[in-house]
């Protein structure tokens, strides 16, 4: 956000909403692709760096998933966890199981 001095951004908050459509569209679009898009309807271009900035200050900063699995299976393995031995947790007062949750025993 710069001050009334210096050089203008060139990515305003309607070039902004733009390159988020363009993310919606294609969620695998790598950098120069996204790039390449947002240039084709604009006058002045901007360079891959830009579109860097402005997509982690919209809140693209990895491509990692929201949820990960704390230990994969493998994992559970190597470390001696017993799969067949996994019980279900956190029952609900109304009886029903809350999915997804598991205790681990140990072998």
Known sequence: ???SCGRKC???ARGQRRMGRLIQA???ATLTEITTRYNRGMQQSICEATTRTTLRRMGYNSR????VPLISTTNRKKRGYNLHKLTKIGQLKTGRMLPGLMSLDFC
């Open 10 to 12: 060139l990515v305003d």
């Open 1 to 3: 956000m710069r001050q």
């Open 64 to 67: 990692r998933p929201h949820w």
């Open 26 to 28: 294609d969620r695998r």
